[in-house]
């Protein structure tokens, strides 16, 4: 496949046309009486028309056909795909799951849409107020049918998204946000997980800088945005279009390829960064940062400072804090954080916590490193030291009161009973007599 081009900036103001059809797009104006090629001028708006300019995004689609060519919507149960947040009782629990398990191929073909489970969530896709988070666990490419709205973090194997607006490779280490009402359809090349983050009714957007300056974190010109790519394919057996409505899935029937946008313009858009790109800006004094330090992209609440979810990563850096016990202190969060591995360990964990499984520590439920990380750490020689080498942990931090789903707690039977263990030695170091400049 020739290598894939893209766009660069977070959040700009695009215009792309597929080379095979120059001048694609219309001149000066967004919907003329008789677009060029003979195609159909259609908006997808990302937020309320009246929305303020910086808040405001939408794009206009040049197509074959319009959207709205496709047979009725019927509903179609899905196993995996949660929104209700009832099914099992509360569990403030530490949680730690194992790898989840990706289906082989022998034992029959799973695609993205098969392969997703809800692990947990809060919230309302009615109120369009929460998220959920899935992970996805599949072999096989989708054929012929596509989804709607998510952000993307492929944890094994690479995966080929076609969206409406072009399409993106997205290797392990890379995340990929496609936004709500976006078509696409996920092509993979062996067995391949994931983890996916839903967020209802908001965006994300890059966290403010403060005293960090212009510069820093997550640089706007490293996401990168698809080129207009399109086909013009009939689909006799029809073309099957998967919808996510109000938490559940719809299929629809339409003749030809959703695929089939010939130029776009505008800053409602799918894109992707690669997490190498993050510059990570962290204590050269001494103390632990918290993490909200290493916040890549950010879902605001209406709540000032308060994210409906951040996305957050530790990822390979030096530690030279001074006179410091330098992995995450021991703490209580008013928020819930959900955590996973893309590759290597986690400095708070070295053991227990693998690549492809996950952890969800909840609002104020205690944690922090377990027995050898602390007892490693409190005595270590501080020198300038590589943390994380090789290594990508993330966080979505939420202020939400994350519920565990049933296939969380139970079907997936990932769940490490002993998890709670990893803390248990932890001894009381309690001297009643220390004395300043004693050990
Ligand atoms: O719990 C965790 O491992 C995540 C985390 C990391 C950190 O550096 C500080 C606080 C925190 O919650
Ligand atoms: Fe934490």
């Known amino acids: 496949m020739a290598e894939l081009k893209y766009m660069t900036g977070f959040g700009n103001e695009?215009?792309?046309?597929?080379?095979?059809?120059?001048?694609?797009?219309?001149?000066?104006?967004?919907?003329?009486?008789?677009?060029?090629?003979?195609?159909?001028?259609?908006?997808?708006?990302?937020?309320?028309?009246?929305?303020?300019?910086?808040?405001?995004k939408r794009s206009w689609l040049y197509r074959i056909?319009?959207?709205?060519?496709?047979?009725?919507?019927?509903?179609?149960?899905?196993?995996?795909?949660?929104?209700?947040?009832?099914?099992?009782e509360p569990d403030p629990n530490q949680l730690r799951w194992l790898p989840f398990a990706i289906p082989k191929a022998a034992e029959g073909k799973v695609d993205f849409v098969m392969g997703l489970h809800t692990i947990c969530g809060a919230g309302d896709?009615?109120?369009?107020?929460?998220?959920?988070?899935?992970?996805?666990?599949c072999n096989s490419s989708m054929i012929d049918r596509w989804v709607l709205s998510l952000y993307f973090m492929p944890q094994q194997g690479k995966i080929l998204i076609t969206t409406e607006f072009g399409k993106m490779m997205v290797e392990p280490n890379e995340i990929c946000v496609v936004q709500q009402g976006m078509r696409f359809s996920v092509d993979v090349f062996g067995e391949t997980r994931g983890y996916v983050l839903e967020v209802f009714g908001v965006h994300f957007e890059l966290p403010d800088l403060g005293p960090i300056g212009a510069n820093g974190l997550?640089?706007?010109?490293?996401?990168?945005?698809?080129?207009?790519?399109?086909?013009?394919?009939?689909?006799?057996?029809?073309?099957?279009?998967?919808?996510?409505?109000?938490?559940?899935?719809?299929?629809?029937?339409?003749?030809?390829?959703?695929?089939?946008?010939?130029?776009?313009?505008?800053?409602?858009?799918?894109?992707?960064?690669?997490?190498?790109?993050?510059?990570?800006?962290?204590?050269?004094?001494?103390d632990h940062a918290d993490p909200s330090i290493f916040t890549v992209l950010t879902a605001k609440s209406t709540r000032p400072g308060v994210a409906v979810a951040d996305f957050v990563i530790f990822p390979p850096r030096w530690g030279v804090a001074d006179h410091t016990f330098r992995p995450p202190y021991y703490h209580r969060n008013c928020m819930s954080e959900f955590m996973g591995l893309i590759k290597g360990h986690y400095e708070a964990k070295e053991e227990g916590?693998?690549?492809?499984?996950?952890?969800?520590?909840?609002?104020?439920?205690?944690?922090?490193?377990?027995?050898?990380?602390?007892?490693?750490?409190?005595?270590?020689?501080?020198?300038?030291?590589?943390?994380?080498?090789?290594?990508?942990?993330?966080?979505?931090?939420?202020?939400?009161?994350?519920?565990?789903?049933?296939?969380?707690?139970q079907t997936c039977q990932r769940l490490d009973k002993n998890y709670y263990k990893c803390w248990e030695g932890l001894q009381s170091h309690f001297n009643p007599n220390w004395k300043p400049g004693s050990k």
């Open 125 to 137: 896709t009615r109120a369009r107020s929460g998220i959920a988070i899935h992970v996805y666990t």
């Open 14 to 56: 695009f215009a792309t046309e597929d080379p095979r059809c120059q001048g694609a797009l219309p001149d000066g104006q967004n919907n003329p009486q008789v677009c060029p090629y003979g195609l159909y001028a259609e908006q997808l708006s990302g937020s309320a028309f009246t929305c303020p300019r910086p808040a405001n």
């Open 218 to 286: 997550a640089n706007p010109r490293d996401f990168l945005v698809p080129v207009a790519w399109y086909e013009d394919r009939e689909v006799p057996g029809g073309y099957t279009v998967v919808n996510k409505f109000q938490g559940k899935l719809f299929l629809s029937q339409q003749h030809f390829s959703p695929f089939d946008v010939v130029a776009w313009h505008g800053n409602y858009t799918p894109y992707k960064y690669n997490l190498d790109n993050f510059m990570a800006v962290n204590t050269v004094t001494f």
């Open 353 to 409: 916590f693998l690549p492809g499984g996950a952890s969800l520590h909840s609002i104020m439920t205690p944690h922090g490193p377990d027995v050898d990380c602390f007892e490693k750490n409190s005595t270590a020689m501080l020198k300038p030291e590589r943390v994380a080498e090789e290594t990508m942990a993330f966080m979505f931090e939420s202020s939400l009161s994350m519920v565990v789903t049933r296939w969380g707690l």
């Open 65 to 88: 056909r319009p959207s709205v060519c496709h047979k009725p919507f019927t509903a179609v149960h899905h196993e995996g795909l949660v929104d209700r947040w009832d099914e099992v």
